[in-house]
């Protein structure tokens, strides 16, 4: 069966997107925990982080499903769901500037900001068991043994799970070390995605991630978002920031109606089909 798909990042986080409209073609997709494996592969497969699904949907413009590179199915990507945006725009799919785009997160609403997506992320989740944490009420400079090191996390939900942590110099932090240990630590149920953060001043920060299922990636968008709520809630930045990732900034809002916006670029890379 020959497998038609697109090729997209957004800020070096990069995605296989597979149109799913079609119901027929849908139904006929092996199972996703190993297609997702099989492409997301960078020797024996196309190579990306994730897999993004667009399907059709009864309450919104269309529905987004994703898959990380490990064959797991995760609830919300930032940087996915402009990539998938902008799939739909070039395409004219809809011609509307604004998009809402039905998640396991809830509906996301991605607007056209020029050559820019803009995304109404919703409101951030802080309550512990809500993330979902093993700690009750807010979870904020909790101190937190991994190995040799004693970390202070601040955990956020944007729709995913995240363990926020502050460093002086991120360029040098063991990502690859630490990052896997905690993502599994029993603390989180589900996992969670860590942001390692430098401080670089009152509104601009600097992150690396590790994210559940996928390993370190060059950005993050709901990451970049926790990260932004996080350093606000620490007092070491105001509520616009911009957020310096390996692939490029991203700038966070976190709103006056509590809802947190990202906006970023979003770009395809190419087309292809591969036997599946």
């Given at each position: 069966?020959?497998?038609?798909?697109?090729?997209?990042?957004?800020?070096?986080?990069d995605?296989?997107?597979?149109d799913?409209?079609?119901?027929?073609?849908g139904?006929r997709?092996?199972?996703?925990a190993?297609?997702?494996r099989r492409?997301?592969?960078?020797?024996?497969?196309?190579?990306?982080?994730?897999?993004?699904?667009?399907?059709?949907?009864?309450?919104?413009?269309?529905?987004?499903?994703?898959?990380?590179?490990?064959?797991?199915?995760?609830?919300?990507?930032?940087?996915?769901?402009?990539?998938?945006?902008?799939?739909?725009?070039?395409?004219?799919?809809?011609?509307?500037?604004?998009?809402?785009?039905e998640?396991?997160?809830?509906?996301?609403?991605?607007?056209?900001?020029?050559?820019?997506?803009?995304?109404?992320?919703?409101?951030?989740?802080?309550?512990?068991?809500?993330?979902?944490?093993k700690?009750?009420?807010?979870?904020?400079d909790?101190?937190?043994?991994?190995?040799?090191?004693?970390?202070?996390?601040?955990?956020v939900?944007?729709?995913?799970?995240?363990?926020?942590?502050?460093?002086?110099?991120?360029g040098?932090?063991e990502?690859?070390?630490?990052?896997?240990?905690?993502?599994?630590?029993?603390?989180?149920?589900?996992?969670?995605?860590?942001?390692?953060?430098?401080v670089?001043?009152?509104?601009s920060?600097?992150?690396?991630?590790?994210?559940?299922?996928?390993?370190?990636?060059?950005a993050?968008?709901?990451?970049?978002?926790?990260?932004?709520?996080a350093?606000?809630?620490?007092r070491?930045?105001?509520?616009?920031?911009?957020v310096?990732?390996?692939?490029?900034?991203?700038?966070?809002?976190?709103?006056?109606?509590?809802?947190v916006?990202?906006?970023?670029?979003?770009?395809?890379?190419?087309e292809?089909?591969?036997?599946?």
């Amino acid at each position: 069966m020959k497998l038609e798909f697109t090729k997209m990042h957004g800020l070096g986080n990069d995605f296989v997107l597979i149109d799913c409209r079609e119901k027929p073609f849908g139904d006929r997709l092996p199972a996703m925990a190993d297609l997702s494996r099989r492409l997301c592969h960078r020797r024996f497969g196309v190579g990306a982080d994730q897999v993004l699904l667009l399907y059709p949907s009864d309450v919104a413009d269309c529905r987004m499903k994703i898959f990380n590179a490990d064959g797991s199915e995760v609830e919300m990507c930032g940087n996915g769901i402009r990539c998938l945006a902008r799939y739909i725009w070039d395409r004219k799919i809809s011609e509307g500037d604004a998009l809402s785009v039905e998640t396991a997160a809830g509906i996301m609403r991605p607007e056209r900001r020029g050559e820019l997506v803009r995304v109404d992320m919703g409101e951030p989740v802080l309550e512990g068991r809500r993330i979902p944490v093993k700690i009750d009420g807010e979870v904020k400079d909790y101190p937190l043994k991994i190995d040799d090191r004693e970390f202070r996390i601040t955990c956020v939900s944007m729709g995913n799970p995240h363990a926020v942590i502050f460093v002086n110099d991120v360029g040098s932090f063991e990502v690859g070390r630490y990052g896997p240990l905690i993502e599994r630590h029993e603390l989180f149920p589900n996992r969670v995605n860590v942001e390692f953060i430098q401080v670089l001043g009152p509104d601009s920060l600097k992150m690396r991630v590790w994210e559940r299922g996928s390993g370190e990636t060059m950005a993050c968008g709901t990451g970049a978002s926790a990260a932004a709520v996080a350093a606000h809630l620490n007092r070491y930045i105001g509520k616009k920031s911009t957020v310096a990732l390996l692939g490029g900034d991203l700038e966070i809002e976190w709103a006056g109606d509590n809802h947190v916006y990202m906006t970023g670029p979003a770009e395809e890379v190419f087309e292809g089909r591969m036997e599946i």
